[in-house]
């Protein structure tokens, strides 16, 4: 269920230019990741290791076979995605796409493709 400050409709923006995302955006944000280590005398370690920010993307391709050779051909990609109920924007600056790329030849959906940075930023509308 969602809250008055979470969730809400998300606007999706590649390099200036508007898609419509198909399901959800899913954005790792934090820069790191920690991870259990479980010792044979069965205590738990955390150790931390760095990660990169990442936007999971699921959207619609309007430009048929080529946007995503495209994505993957960019030096970079500043990604922005505007969470409209929230007022929120998240930009993923300076990014490369990565991952196995699908489209679904009937929905036009694109899925499997992720873009990565070092560089997240946040404006409030």
């Given at each position: 269920?969602?809250?008055?400050?979470?969730?809400?409709?998300?606007?999706l923006s590649?390099?200036?230019?508007?898609?419509?995302?198909?399901?959800?955006?899913?954005?790792?944000?934090?820069?790191?990741?920690?991870?259990?280590?479980?010792?044979?005398?069965?205590?738990?370690?955390?150790?931390?290791?760095?990660?990169?920010?990442?936007?999971?993307?699921?959207?619609?391709?309007?430009?048929?076979q080529f946007?995503?050779?495209?994505?993957?051909?960019?030096?970079?990609?500043?990604?922005?995605?505007?969470?409209?109920?929230?007022?929120?924007?998240?930009?993923?600056?300076?990014?490369?796409?990565?991952?196995?790329?699908?489209?679904?030849?009937?929905?036009?959906?694109?899925?499997?493709?992720?873009?990565?940075?070092?560089?997240?930023?946040?404006?409030?509308?």
């Amino acid at each position: 269920m969602a809250v008055e400050n979470a969730g809400g409709f998300v606007e999706l923006s590649l390099n200036g230019v508007p898609y419509r995302i198909a399901g959800e955006l899913m954005a790792e944000e934090l820069g790191y990741e920690n991870e259990e280590v479980v010792n044979s005398d069965g205590t738990v370690q955390v150790i931390t290791k760095p990660a990169a920010r990442k936007f999971t993307l699921k959207f619609r391709d309007r430009e048929g076979q080529f946007l995503v050779p495209q994505l993957f051909a960019a030096r970079t990609i500043d990604a922005s995605a505007r969470e409209v109920h929230m007022r929120r924007t998240t930009l993923l600056t300076g990014a490369r796409a990565v991952g196995k790329p699908q489209r679904n030849m009937a929905t036009g959906e694109i899925d499997g493709v992720s873009l990565v940075s070092d560089q997240v930023q946040y404006i409030n509308d």
